[in-house]
C-alpha cells in the first residue's frame, strides 16, 4: 500500500527561525511530489519535484526532493507569524493519476 | 482567491439523508478533483473528472457519486449519510488531465447529525 509520511507532525517556532520539513515516500511508480500550504481553508499550491537534487524555490521557501532515499524536504527560512499553517505534501503515481497525501506538518510560528 | 469556487459553505444535515456539492472550476480548466478532509483522515482522494469523463477514482465510497457536465461545473452526491462523512470537502481544478497544479475551492463543511 502507498504511504506518505510527514515529519514533525508539528513544531512551534519563533520569528526568524529556519524550519525543515520531512515527507517521505512509498509508492510504486512515482511520479511527482507537490507540496501545499494549508491555512484556514483550502490548501495553495507551492512545488511541484519531479527530478532529484533540483532545489525549487519561492521567496523564502524551498524544496528538494531525493529519489534514491524516497524523501523530500521543504525548508522556510526567516519565519514570519504568516508562514502559521499546515504543510501538506502528496505523491502522483505515473499510473492511474492518484494523489497521495501526508497527514501533513502543523507549523506555529510566534512573534 | 483560487478563481474555484464552491456550493454552499456549510452544510447540516442529518443521518440517511442526501446531499449534493457543487464546484464550479476555473475558466479555462477541464479537470475536476474531489477530497475529503476530515481529522482522522487527513486529505483523501475521492474522484476525477476530465471533460465530463471519469478519469481517476480514489476511496471514494459507494454511496458517493460525482459527475462533470457540459458546462465543466461538477457535482458529488453523498447519499445514506453517516456521521463519519461530516468533513470538508474540497474541490480543485487543473488545466489538464494530469493532478500537477491544482487549485482548491474553499470547500463545503459538512456536518451530518
Known amino acids: 500500500e502507498d504511504k506518505v509520511v510527514q515529519s514533525p507532525l508539528s513544531l512551534v517556532v519563533h520569528e526568524g527561525d529556519t524550519v525543515t520539513l520531512n515527507c517521505s515516500y512509498e509508492?510504486?511508480?512515482?511520479?511527482?511530489l507537490l507540496w501545499y500550504k494549508q491555512e484556514k481553508k483550502a490548501p495553495t499550491f507551492l512545488f511541484m519535484l519531479?527530478?532529484?537534487?533540483i532545489e525549487k524555490k519561492s521567496g523564502r521557501l524551498s524544496s528538494i526532493l531525493d529519489k534514491k532515499e524516497l524523501f523530500s524536504i521543504l525548508n522556510i527560512t526567516a519565519t514570519q507569524t504568516g508562514d502559521s499553517a499546515i504543510y501538506l505534501c502528496a505523491v502522483i503515481k505515473a499510473a492511474g493519476n492518484k494523489l497521495t497525501f501526508g497527514g501533513g506538518t502543523r507549523v506555529l510560528v510566534k512573534p | 482567491d483560487s478563481g474555484v469556487t464552491q456550493t454552499p459553505k456549510h452544510l447540516i444535515t442529518a443521518t440517511g439523508q442526501r446531499v449534493t456539492l457543487r464546484c464550479s472550476p476555473r475558466s479555462g480548466d477541464l479537470s475536476v478533483y474531489w477530497y475529503q478532509q476530515s481529522l482522522d483522515q487527513g486529505l483523501q482522494f475521492l474522484i476525477q473528472y476530465y471533460n465530463g469523463e471519469e478519469r481517476a477514482k480514489g476511496n471514494i465510497l459507494e454511496r458517493f457519486s460525482a459527475q462533470q457536465f457540459p458546462d465543466l461545473h461538477s457535482e458529488l452526491n453523498l447519499s445514506s449519510l453517516e456521521l463519519g462523512d461530516s468533513a470538508l470537502y474540497f474541490c480543485?481544478?487543473?488545466?489538464?488531465?494530469?493532478?500537477?497544479?491544482?487549485?482548491f475551492g474553499p470547500g463545503t463543511r459538512l456536518l451530518v447529525l
Open positions: 480543485a481544478s487543473s488545466v489538464s488531465a494530469g493532478l500537477e497544479t491544482q487549485y
Open positions: 509508492v510504486t511508480n512515482f511520479r511527482s
Open positions: 519531479t527530478s532529484s537534487g
